[in-house]
């Protein structure tokens, strides 16, 4: 079966601009993660859903973010004024529920200059 | 807290070799899970491995392995006959409830 999608693949925005990044998670997933990964480190969490609530935006790392879930499905993470320290791997993954491993697509590459 | 602690940011080995990558987590915790990820240079995370912890008896898939001391707080990933394949980011994670908690990652490079 399909795997989770995001796209755009890559990114390319000026500095100030506002993005988006879609994510669609495997059918039937409850659960939904956004992670942000810097060049060669780890994995940052940004936001968790369940359905379509988000019970976890501990990680968002300011008001410019902001994420949304429909039809406990498709996942949008929108970025206002995009700044030169957003560049970075975004990632999205999804599970069954609580307990289940993360399926992961993988990821848009956001370059801001 | 929680934490994760992959203490070998880079290793290398030969083809075919047996490689062990370490994790050690911190919890308090009684019942949780355990997994390994891989990221090849193509980014995408790849579940490699998983751990019930209400489970003594350790995971194995194919080539992959764990060896999961539960009171030592340790879930440490070995690779047989190691191929060029397994050249990738490894990533330890603990999982409770819905949190996940990530080690910063071993570069592991296969050599030929």
């Known amino acids: 079966g399909a795997g989770v999608s995001q796209s755009p693949s890559n990114k390319v925005t000026e500095k100030g601009k506002d993005v988006e990044l879609r994510c669609d998670p495997i059918s039937g997933h409850t659960a939904l993660y956004w992670y942000r990964q810097s060049l060669g480190q780890g994995l940052e969490f940004l936001i968790y859903?369940?359905?379509?609530?988000?019970?976890?935006k501990s990680g968002l790392p300011s008001d410019r973010f902001s994420a949304e879930r429909t039809g406990g499905s498709v996942s949008t993470l929108t970025i206002q004024r995009t700044q030169q320290e957003d560049s970075a791997v975004y990632l999205c993954?999804?599970?069954?529920?609580?307990?289940?491993?993360?399926?992961f697509g993988n990821g848009t590459r956001l370059t801001v200059t | 807290a929680q934490t994760v602690t992959q203490s070998q940011p880079e290793m290398s080995v030969q083809e075919a070799e047996t490689v062990t990558l370490s994790c050690t987590y911190d919890t308090s915790e009684s019942n949780y899970y355990l997994f390994w990820y891989k990221q090849p240079p193509s980014r995408q995370m790849i579940l490699v491995i998983r751990?019930?912890?209400?489970k003594q008896q350790n995971a194995t898939e194919n080539r992959f392995s764990v060896n999961f001391q539960k009171a030592a707080k340790s879930f440490s990933l070995k690779i047989s006959d190691s191929q060029l394949g397994d050249t990738a980011m490894y990533f330890c994670a603990f999982m409770n409830n819905y949190q996940l908690i990530w080690g910063a990652g071993t570069k592991l490079i296969i050599k030929p």
């Open positions: 751990q019930e912890a209400y």
């Open positions: 993954a999804s599970s069954l529920g609580t307990y289940s491993p993360l399926h």
């Open positions: 859903f369940q359905g379509n609530s988000a019970p976890d």
